[in-house]
């Protein structure tokens, strides 16, 4: 019933920026946040952030101060702005429509399709 579609993946230079999207459609009854999880090669999916729909945000302390989640309601967007990106930050990067309670974010089974990360030193 959701539908979520990441773009803006891209390989960046060490120290660079660069915003990834994610455009959600369909019915999303129950849904109260949206998060970006994030994939290695080899790797487990952790959960990068979330943000709530009263606008509450929460990050992984390996991105906290470089990274900013927010959204554009009216688009039905969410966005994942990241700065001064490392090389460790590289990653397929998926975005996941889901449920926040006591800032504790629970993935739902709605996800985009995920959008390539490339960081190189």
């Known amino acids: 019933q959701v539908q979520l579609v990441e773009s803006g993946g891209d390989l960046v230079r060490a120290g660079g920026s660069l915003r990834v999207s994610c455009a959600a459609s369909?019915?999303?009854?129950?849904?109260?946040?949206m998060g970006w999880y994030r994939q290695a090669p080899g790797k487990q999916r952790e959960l990068v952030a979330h943000i709530t729909d009263d606008g509450s945000t929460d990050y992984v302390d390996s991105v906290k101060g470089r990274f900013t989640i927010f959204r554009d309601n009216p688009k039905n967007t969410v966005y994942l702005q990241m700065n001064s990106l490392k090389p460790e930050d590289t990653a397929v990067y998926y975005c996941?429509?889901?449920?926040?309670?006591?800032?504790?974010?629970?993935?739902?089974?709605?996800w985009g399709q995920g959008t390539q990360v490339t960081v190189s030193s």
């Open positions: 996941n429509a889901g449920y926040s309670f006591r800032n504790y974010y629970t993935p739902s089974g709605y």
């Open positions: 369909g019915r999303t009854f129950g849904i109260n946040a």
